[in-house]
């Protein structure tokens, strides 16, 4: 009785410990500077939208964010650098659609895109657009189908590098709209923007948000967006999947996400800050403007985001052939 009474004691006294280190863990992070590794380069949508939350954070938690910017490898160098880094909260990670795009490009990875990271929250959603050369016939996603499905094989597609998200998007348009098209990648954004302009081209997939100026100004004919709502920026223009293609979409997303085994304490105090943050009036108005629908989410729901997308995407890679790394 004595011995098994002495276990409950230190058990008791381990766990009150347990507790109490918990609870000097919230209270002492963030105690130093944060940093935020970005797969991608300066400048871009990711780039932009991660830091216009993070300055948020930061005057909230009242400690420096930095940005690191480690393009390189489709997101391996970043994500590679983040899975080696100490579980304290202090190394995070800019994860998107992109994340989970490389999960299926690649044939090996040096970590485990579910296992080695712990997720915290989405930043932002942004759509894609699907714009159409202004000479032709086409005012939406079903004109584009029935204009694709009686000139087989004349349709061409330009979007940026195979493999990108913009690029699966049409590989997965196509697939599902049954249609015989030409998907034609190019180097960049500007470049895919000139073509469909011109004529080069007949549609293009291109993020929305570097298109916007150009949409707003007539310059574009933009058909359709790719998310399963309407952006508010643009109001009148349709999803695709309203209108013509149903159950079509391929959204575009940024979270954050820390290594793994980084202590729940440190998980729940990030998530509530970018939950904070993306919900403020001046952040949301700020994305809105880039192109991004600011959303938050919880740590599970967030993990749940990436694995879903792992697989749809993996899907898509495989029907479109395209040849892993």
Same mark, same amino acid.
């Given at each position: 009785?004595?011995?098994?009474?002495?276990?409950?004691?230190?058990?008791?006294?381990?766990?009150?410990?347990?507790?109490?280190?918990?609870?000097?863990?919230?209270?002492?992070?963030?105690?130093?500077?944060?940093?935020?590794?970005?797969?991608?380069?300066?400048?871009? @949508?990711?780039?932009?939208?991660?830091?216009?939350?993070?300055?948020?954070?930061?005057?909230?938690?009242?400690?420096?964010?930095?940005?690191?910017? $480690?393009?390189?490898?489709?997101?391996?160098?970043?994500?590679?650098?983040?899975?080696?880094?100490?579980?304290?909260?202090?190394?995070?990670?800019?994860?998107?659609?992109?994340?989970?795009?490389?999960?299926?490009?690649?044939?090996?990875?040096?970590?485990?895109?579910?296992?080695?990271?712990?997720?915290?929250?989405?930043?932002?959603?942004?759509?894609?657009?699907?714009?159409?050369?202004?000479?032709?016939?086409?005012?939406?996603?079903?004109?584009?189908?029935?204009?694709?499905?009686?000139?087989?094989?004349?349709?061409?597609?330009?979007? @940026?590098?195979?493999?990108?998200?913009?690029?699966?998007?049409?590989?997965?348009?196509?697939?599902?709209?049954?249609?015989?098209?030409?998907?034609?990648?190019?180097?960049?954004?500007?470049?895919?923007?000139?073509?469909?302009?011109?004529?080069?081209?007949?549609?293009?997939?291109?993020?929305?948000?570097?298109?916007?100026?150009?949409?707003?100004?007539?310059?574009?004919?933009? @058909?359709?967006?790719?998310?399963?709502?309407?952006?508010?920026?643009?109001?009148?223009?349709?999803?695709?999947?309203?209108?013509?293609?149903?159950?079509?979409?391929?959204?575009?997303?940024?979270?954050?996400?820390?290594?793994?085994?980084?202590?729940?304490?440190?998980?729940?105090?990030?998530?509530?800050?970018?939950?904070?943050?993306?919900?403020?009036?001046?952040?949301? $108005?700020?994305?809105?403007?880039?192109?991004?629908?600011?959303?938050?989410?919880?740590?599970?729901?967030?993990?749940?985001?990436?694995?879903?997308?792992?697989?749809?995407?993996?899907?898509?890679?495989?029907?479109?052939?395209?040849?892993?790394?």
């Amino acid at each position: 009785m004595i011995r098994q009474i002495f276990k409950n004691s230190k058990c008791c006294v381990a766990a009150l410990a347990l507790v109490l280190s918990t609870s000097a863990l919230a209270q002492e992070y963030p105690g130093k500077l944060v940093k935020i590794v970005v797969p991608f380069g300066a400048g871009g @949508i990711a780039d932009l939208t991660v830091r216009v939350v993070a300055q948020k954070m930061s005057d909230s938690m009242k400690q420096p964010i930095i940005v690191e910017n $480690r393009p390189g490898a489709g997101g391996i160098v970043a994500a590679d650098t983040v899975a080696k880094a100490n579980p304290d909260g202090y190394t995070l990670l800019l994860i998107s659609n992109g994340t989970a795009i490389s999960a299926g490009l690649f044939k090996r990875l040096p970590y485990d895109t579910l296992k080695d990271f712990a997720p915290i929250s989405t930043l932002g959603y942004f759509d894609l657009a699907m714009i159409v050369n202004k000479k032709l016939p086409i005012k939406t996603a079903a004109d584009l189908i029935s204009y694709a499905k009686s000139n087989p094989g004349k349709l061409n597609i330009g979007t @940026i590098n195979r493999g990108s998200t913009q690029n699966l998007a049409a590989e997965m348009f196509v697939s599902m709209a049954g249609i015989d098209a030409l998907i034609a990648p190019y180097k960049g954004t500007p470049e895919v923007i000139t073509a469909v302009t011109t004529g080069e081209i007949d549609v293009a997939v291109e993020i929305l948000g570097p298109t916007l100026p150009q949409i707003k100004a007539g310059n574009l004919n933009v @058909i359709g967006v790719t998310s399963t709502k309407r952006f508010a920026g643009l109001p009148n223009v349709p999803t695709v999947a309203e209108s013509g293609l149903p159950n079509y979409q391929a959204t575009s997303w940024n979270g954050l996400a820390a290594p793994a085994k980084t202590p729940k304490v440190i998980i729940d105090r990030l998530n509530k800050e970018i939950n904070l943050a993306v919900a403020d009036p001046d952040v949301k $108005r700020r994305l809105l403007e880039l192109g991004v629908v600011a959303q938050g989410g919880t740590p599970d729901s967030t993990k749940n985001l990436l694995a879903s997308d792992i697989a749809k995407w993996g899907v898509v890679i495989e029907k479109a052939k395209i040849e892993k790394q």
